[in-house]
T-cell receptor, first 115, second 110 residues
């Protein structure tokens, strides 16, 4: 079956512009995660959604970052007034459930470059 | 306390050799320790994982060794192959979230 897909694969934007990154999780997966991977760094947790529960936003670095998940499926990560330090690869992952020890399946990521 | 420290940052091993990557953690509430493999331009993929009540898990050429008292775990790749060249991340699960190490770039020389 189809894996996690993300779009766009690459995004170049000017400092100060808003960007939206999209994630389509694996069908039937109730948990969805967003991570940020800066060059040469590990994965930094941003936010996760589990079913209809309130999302865990504890990893969002500033109020310029927000995310939503519509209908328990597709998710959009929005970065407002982008800064150069926002340049990174943004990865989305989904799993059957976050309540169990369930493998997270990652998408290929969106490479964001802020000029 | 939520950090996972991974070493080395980069590693070069000859084909057929053993690759060893180490991780250490502080939070004793972590309940699951996966290793991920990432190729350039791809998302990470689960390689192997272990729970803290087990000291070792082997899957093919890949083995996790887990030392609960020392709060350390490591990945061993036996008979390393050029196709194993990738970046490897250890992780630990706490509060239903994964905390990742900084990654190890592994190069296997033919």
């Amino acid at each position: 079956g189809a894996g996690v897909s993300q779009s766009p694969s690459n995004k170049v934007t000017e400092k100060g512009k808003d960007v939206e990154l999209r994630c389509d999780p694996i069908s039937g997966h109730t948990a969805l995660y967003w991570y940020r991977q800066s060059l040469g760094q590990g994965l930094e947790f941003l936010i996760y959604f589990q079913g209809n529960s309130a999302p865990d936003k504890s990893g969002l670095p500033s109020d310029r970052f927000s995310a939503e998940r519509t209908g328990g499926s597709v998710s959009t990560l929005t970065i407002q007034r982008t800064q150069q330090e926002d340049s990174a690869v943004y990865l989305c992952a989904s799993s059957l459930s976050s309540g169990m020890i369930s493998e997270q399946y990652f998408g290929p990521g969106t490479r964001l470059t802020v000029t | 306390q939520q950090q996972v420290k991974q070493s080395p940052q980069s590693l070069i091993v000859q084909k057929g050799g053993i690759s060893i990557i180490n991780c250490a953690y502080e939070n004793t509430a972590f309940d699951y320790f996966p290793w991920y493999q990432q190729f350039p331009g791809k998302g990470p993929a689960l390689l192997i994982a272990i729970r803290p009540d087990v000291s070792e898990k082997k899957e093919g050429r890949f083995t996790i060794s887990f030392n609960k008292s020392a709060k350390q775990f490591s990945l061993h790749i036996m008979d390393s192959q050029p196709g194993d060249s990738a970046t490897y991340f250890c992780a630990a699960r706490g509060a239903q979230k994964l905390v990742f190490g900084q990654g190890t770039r592994l190069t296997i020389n033919p």
